[in-house]
T-cell receptor, first 113, second 109 residues
Framework: NAGVTQTPKFRVLKTGQSMTLLCAQD?????MYWYRQDPGMGLRLIHY???????AKGEVPDGYNVSRLKKQNFLLGLESAAPSQTSVYFC????????????FGQGTRLTVV | EDQVTQSPEALRLQEGESSSLNCSYT??????LFWYRQDPGKGPEFLFT???AGEEKEKERLKATLTKKESFLHITAPKPEDSATYLC??????????FGSGTQLTVLP
């Protein structure tokens, strides 16, 4: 009964390095989301997906790419990390119909130095 | 563009001292309003969904209400374990959430 699982939980990157954050959900949800949370800024949507093979931009998409090759997984990539991308990243998922609430993972704390 | 504003930013209560948190919103068409609880180092945890003005939902010491312009989260006789950040959010057409900045609640024993 894992729900939404994010990997890794912590990471330190040097400026210019790349990395991929993995989100996996076992609830057969259609929709998946990536948010970032910064002090004083709240949670902001980066990218989202309404189904396997689809992605769309959110409020703050610049510097990030995503892929949804399998329904249960949603990947967030940073091609060239910048200090401004230091944040806590949350993945979430929800049903496409019926119940509307989103379920969140535990977060990934990323520091770019 | 959907907007969500929460107040106060922080609230300190004595155990047993009831109070309310406010969430005001501006949306083109309300598809619901969500309340979440977030503990330090954790992801947001779903509490309630409200869909129409006048609707109320309760869970233990928490009661959420909704009007056409705002929602309230009433906390009755809080305990220290109710300390957390409470977030409200409204969904877009793809259920993507626009969040408020949250109210950090501290309940002192």
């Amino acid at each position: 009964n894992a729900g939404v699982t994010q990997t890794p939980k912590f990471r330190v990157l040097k400026t210019g390095q790349s990395m991929t954050l993995l989100c996996a959900q076992d609830m057969n949800h259609e929709y998946m989301y990536w948010y970032r949370q910064d002090p004083g800024m709240g949670l902001r949507l980066i990218h989202y997906s309404v189904g396997e093979g689809t992605t769309a931009k959110g409020e703050v998409p610049d510097g990030y790419n995503v892929s949804r090759l399998k329904k249960q997984n949603f990947l967030l990539g940073l091609e060239s990390a910048a200090p401004s991308q230091t944040s806590v990243y949350f993945c979430a998922s929800s049903y496409g119909t019926g119940r509307t609430e989103a379920f969140f993972g535990q977060g990934t704390r990323l520091t770019v130095v | 563009e959907d907007q969500v504003t929460q107040s106060p930013e922080a609230l300190r209560l004595q155990e047993g001292e009831s109070s309310s948190l406010n969430c005001s919103y501006t949306v083109s068409g309300l598809r619901g309003l969500f309340w979440y609880r977030q503990d330090p180092g954790k992801g947001p945890e779903f509490l309630f969904t409200l869909y129409s003005a006048g609707e109320e939902k309760e869970k233990e010491r928490l009661k959420a209400t909704l009007t056409k312009k705002e929602s309230f989260l009433h906390i009755t006789a809080p305990k220290p374990e109710d300390s957390a950040t409470y977030l409200c959010a409204v969904p877009g057409s793809a259920r993507q959430l626009t969040f408020g900045s949250g109210t950090q609640l501290t309940v002192l024993p």
